[in-house]
């Protein structure tokens, strides 16, 4: 595939996902609604706290901020894989789509691609809004934030597809998306320090990489570290993303050929 094919591509899903988006403003309006609910919970919740509670040196708004507001940035995206499966599988539209001359991995990230650029936006608005209604002085690492997002970016992708080979496999890739948004949050340090854990539970932790990428976020966009204070967390995501994505593929792919010739690739 050119890159020119990839762009046209990437433009005509593009513009489907906006027509689309446009035709349910009501879903959008109620999404932002539901954030500035959150981020309102959120603030009395931290005054209700008090300012003795520091996490990470943090005042504690800013931390949930981020926590929240990453992860569930991250989980959105994931879900939004397993979402494009389903609903050409509900459709009857899979076989044709994973049969067009552009690779199956290829169009289902580009179909997702639209999932993640309203997250990102969601995301900056709500971080946004929320810094301004702290008064914790920041002083953020842009460029830090910036690789430290791309990097988590990719392990969400990985996620999403194995997420989608689980849904073509055994129809149940929402069991992988209700552990990370139901089971794993809690030791991913969302909204508490993971050093606040049992032992055992803080040493598992270390080996989910939504730990590392909520650490080195809050530590990029919040304490404004240099990338010597952030080449830890930086060498860390980059492990998981060298091992992540390309197995996320080679699974995909194993799972894709086997569902055709099982002819089970619309089952749902």
Request: net charge positive; with cysteine.
């Amino acid at each position: 595939m050119t890159l020119e094919g990839l762009l046209d591509k990437t433009v005509v899903i593009a513009k489907r996902d906006w027509l689309t988006a446009i035709r349910y403003r009501t879903g959008f309006l109620i999404t932002i609604l539901g954030a500035a609910a959150e981020l309102a919970a959120f603030y009395y919740l931290a005054h209700a706290i008090g300012p003795g509670f520091r996490p990470d040196g943090i005042d504690y708004f800013p931390f949930l901020l981020v926590g929240t507001g990453f992860y569930t940035f991250l989980v959105t995206g994931i879900n939004a894989f397993l979402v494009v499966i389903q609903e050409a599988q509900q459709t009857g539209t899979l076989e044709v789509l994973m049969t067009t001359s552009t690779p199956a991995a290829v169009l289902l990230f580009l179909s997702a691609m639209s999932a993640f650029a309203g997250g990102t936006m969601q995301l900056i608005f709500y971080i946004g809004a929320g810094l301004l209604l702290s008064d914790f002085p920041f002083h953020p690492n842009v460029a830090g934030s910036l690789v430290i997002f791309a990097m988590s970016l990719m392990i969400a992708v990985a996620f999403g597809m194995f997420a989608a080979s689980l849904q073509l496999a055994i129809q149940k890739g929402s069991a992988l998306v209700w552990l990370l948004g139901s089971g794993a949050w809690f030791m991913t340090g969302t909204l508490f320090p993971v050093s606040t854990l049992p032992r055992p539970l803080s040493r598992l932790a270390e080996w989910i990489p939504i730990t590392h990428a909520l650490t080195g976020m809050r530590m990029a966009l919040l304490q404004g570290v240099a990338f010597d204070g952030l080449g830890r967390e930086i060498a860390v995501l980059a492990v998981f993303c060298a091992i992540l994505l390309p197995s996320s593929l080679w699974v995909f792919s194993r799972t894709l050929r086997a569902a055709r010739r099982s002819g089970t690739l619309s089952f749902y």
